[in-house]
């Protein structure tokens, strides 16, 4: 069945570091790919999605592209700031409308000054 | 466009008793998704409603559990004889017939003493 498969966590980086979240799934069909982010006592808000294959979502400074060949989608961002500290779930739905979503078991990121 | 809904936010019931959580979804999006969230773990799929249909209850456990969403009203998650391990994060989402996209409520957070 479908499936996402997430960096276990938790990072931690520092201020402007680097982030890499890496996401690969499994999927029949073609599925539409997504990046939730939770913050503390929240509840999940959509940051960023790729509808097909070598698409390019992107927001807030987060990347991620649909590589088909290899399955992924993993979360980037040149330079964290202490306000990206949150939770961050990849998720994929299969193709159609309203279907269901597959999620990530989330990674816990904290970035430190 | 007020947001995906969830009340009550905080829900605290002894071992027993019954829980009753209420997600009214956007305006305009026919389709509720609940989800569940166990400390230190991911969303776990649990049902997936249109009005007045169950379309997939497939993570729902089968026994206490039970979801509706009336012609008019919330949807309502039920959880009958509550126990300890039922202690979690509740999440609604709902999305519009026609995109692949679900909206989160701000989540319940159930504590069973």
């Known amino acids: 069945g479908d499936s996402v498969t997430q960096m276990e966590g938790p990072v931690t980086l520092s201020e402007e570091a680097f982030l890499t979240i890496n996401c690969t799934y499994t999927a029949t069909g073609y599925p539409s790919l997504f990046w939730y982010v939770q913050y503390p006592g929240e509840g999940l808000q959509l940051l960023l999605k790729?509808?097909?294959?070598?698409d390019k979502g992107s927001n807030k400074g987060f990347e991620a592209t649909y590589r088909k060949e290899t399955t992924s989608f993993h979360l980037e961002k040149g330079s964290v700031q202490v306000s990206d500290s949150a939770v961050y779930f990849c998720a994929l739905s299969a193709s159609g409308t309203g279907n269901q979503f597959y999620f990530g078991t989330g990674t816990s990121l904290t970035v430190i000054p | 466009n007020a947001g995906v809904m969830q009340n009550p936010r905080h829900l605290v019931r002894r071992r027993g008793q019954e829980a009753r959580l209420r997600c009214s979804p956007m305006k305009g999006h026919s389709h509720v998704y609940w989800y569940r969230q166990l400390p230190e773990e991911g969303l776990k799929f649990m049902v997936y409603?249109?009005?007045?249909?169950?379309?997939?209850e497939s993570g729902m456990p089968k026994e206490r559990f039970s979801a509706e969403f009336p012609k008019e009203g919330p949807s309502i998650l039920r959880i009958q004889q509550v126990v300890r391990g039922d202690s979690a994060a509740y999440f609604c989402a709902s999305s519009p017939p026609v995109r692949n996209e679900q909206f989160f409520g701000p989540g319940t957070r159930l504590t069973v003493l």
């Open positions: 790729a509808t097909k294959a070598d």
């Open positions: 409603l249109q009005k007045e249909n169950i379309i997939d």
